[in-house]
């Protein structure tokens, strides 16, 4: 059973337009919410976290939670071509202690 | 702004020889991780270590591996005899506190075992 899912895309959409990800996963008990940017061949950078449900922004992104619906996404606002990379989706739960648990990205390719 | 280093950036090394990867943490962090990501896969949870000791190890952290504080700064993280199947992306990260606290990631070690 996978732990965080996410659509592997490519995700496709014209700059200048909402870009939206959405992650889901499977423990109940999870507290935090990541999303990472990662460029190719470079680290994962930390671009929101969200702990509550409802809605966390942060200049071009908006990061919302619904524990309810076990589901977090990021909005990015405003794509531009430097967007164009992948999105991790990343959770801790107490079950897993101080580990982040990673889903698999998702591409997003912002054309110009 | 404070960043998470490691070298080396590029590590070739023989089966069965031992490598170290170095990190240095940000500086008022006591929370240290290691990563892993193999070419292509999920970014995969190594070890977590706090006040000098491992606080959780994953699966695929077995014997071979092992990690050590030496000195006030360096994180390290050691494979005995390594195997091709290690061959990955290092990611260290460190966080101030624990759990849901944000991990911020240096820039990895790309590990190529021939």
């Known amino acids: 059973q996978k732990e965080v899912e996410q659509n592997s895309g490519p995700l496709s959409v014209p700059e200048g337009a909402i870009a939206s990800l959405n992650c889901t996963y499977s423990?109940?008990?999870?507290?935090?919410f990541f999303w990472y940017r990662q460029y190719s061949g470079k680290s994962p950078e930390l671009i929101m976290f969200?702990?509550?449900?409802g809605d966390k922004e942060d200049g071009r992104f908006t990061a919302q939670l619904n524990k309810a619906s076990q589901y977090v996404s990021l909005l990015i606002r405003d794509s531009q071509p430097s967007d164009s990379a992948t999105y991790l989706c990343?959770?801790?739960?107490?079950?897993?202690?101080?580990?982040?648990?990673f889903g698999a990205g998702t591409i997003l390719r912002v054309k110009s | 702004e404070p960043e998470v280093t490691q070298t080396p950036s590029h590590q070739v090394t023989q089966m069965g020889q031992e490598v170290i990867l170095r990190c240095v943490p940000i500086?008022?962090?006591?929370?240290f991780y290691w990563y892993r990501q193999i070419l292509g896969q999920k970014v995969e949870f190594l070890v977590s270590?706090?006040?000098?000791?491992?606080?959780?190890k994953s699966e695929i952290f077995d014997d071979q591996f092992s990690v050590e504080r030496p000195d006030g700064s360096n994180f390290t993280l050691k494979i005995r005899s390594t195997k091709l199947e290690d061959s990955a992306m290092y990611f260290c990260?460190?966080?101030?506190?624990?759990?849901?606290?944000?991990?911020?990631f240096g820039p990895g070690t790309r590990l190529t075992v021939l």
């Open positions: 990260a460190s966080s101030v506190g624990q759990g849901g606290n944000e991990q911020f």
């Open positions: 423990d109940r008990g999870s507290q935090s």
């Open positions: 969200i702990y509550s449900n």
């Open positions: 990343a959770v801790n739960t107490i079950l897993y202690g101080n580990k982040l648990v």
């Open positions: 500086s008022n962090h006591l929370y």
């Open positions: 270590f706090y006040n000098n000791e491992i606080s959780e």
